[in-house]
T-cell receptor, first 112, second 111 residues
Framework: SAVISQKPSRDICQRGTSLTIQCQVDSQVTMMFWYRQQPGQSLTLIATANQGSEATYESGFVIDKFPISRPNLTFSTLTVSNMSPEDSSIYLC?????????FGSGTRLTVV | GEDVEQSLFLSVREGDSSVINCTYTDSSSTYLYWYKQEPGAGLQLLTYIFSNMDMKQDQRLTVLLNKKDKHLSLRIADTQTGDSAIYFCAEGSRNTGKLIFGQGTTLQVKP
């Protein structure tokens, strides 16, 4: 199954700044996904990252706040823009493989 | 809309069996998944079951699916302290790739 390397694993950021999270998959995958896990909560899908086209965002998430890139079939980035303390969460990327959906190890973001 | 429900907490003794339950609402789901999340870690895919199956067994793990009641369970035999984690069930369609997760069940294994 696909293996995903996600970085950074954690960061503490000042409010108003932006952070870009990267995910690298060890094989080509059609679909990649970005999820948010707020403290003590379950996972919520932010968007589906499509190669060669704009990402598809879920209700409540917008491109200006969470711009996504998908330059090829093995890589994607998520930027959390103009951060506020409410953005403190774990952000996880995921990729489709033949046996289900593999997740990266997550980025634990704290905004101060 | 789509919804997945799980009980929040389960405590068992080491060596006992654990059963974690999940209900879902989307009858069009094609796959149902169980993920494990250890503290500070990402999600590990434990197992999945296709919606036209009733049961799937994989070593200590047994998944039971009742499509009529939209009920999914994960049984862990001979539970060990290393099984202590949060377990998420999720439903999804292979066409969209979108997963809907339950709230997660915290499994506590006492020695």
């Amino acid at each position: 199954s696909a293996v995903i390397s996600q970085k950074p694993s954690r960061d503490i950021c000042q409010r108003g700044t932006s952070l870009t999270i990267q995910c690298q998959v060890d094989s080509q995958v059609t679909m990649m996904f970005w999820y948010r896990q707020q403290p003590g909560q379950s996972l919520t899908l932010i968007a589906t990252a499509n190669q060669g086209s704009e990402a598809t965002y879920e209700s409540g998430f917008v491109i200006d706040k969470f711009p996504i890139s998908r330059p090829n079939l093995t890589f994607s980035t998520l930027t959390v823009s103009n951060m506020s303390p409410e953005d403190s969460s774990i952000y996880l990327c995921s990729a489709d493989n033949n046996y289900g959906y593999t997740f990266g190890s997550g980025t634990r973001l704290t905004v101060v | 809309g789509e919804d997945v429900e799980q009980s929040l907490f389960l405590s068992v003794r080491e060596g006992d069996s654990s059963v974690i339950n999940c209900t879902y609402t989307d009858s069009s789901s094609t796959y149902l998944y169980w993920y494990k999340q250890e503290p500070g870690a990402g999600l590990q895919l434990l197992t999945y079951i296709f919606s036209n199956m009733d049961m799937k067994q994989d070593q200590r793990l047994t998944v039971l699916l009742n499509k009529k009641d939209k009920h999914l369970s994960l049984r862990i035999a001979d539970t060990q302290t290393g099984d202590s984690a949060i377990y998420f069930c999720a439903e999804g369609s292979r066409n969209t790739g979108k997963l809907i997760f339950g709230q997660g069940t915290t499994l506590q294994v006492k020695p």
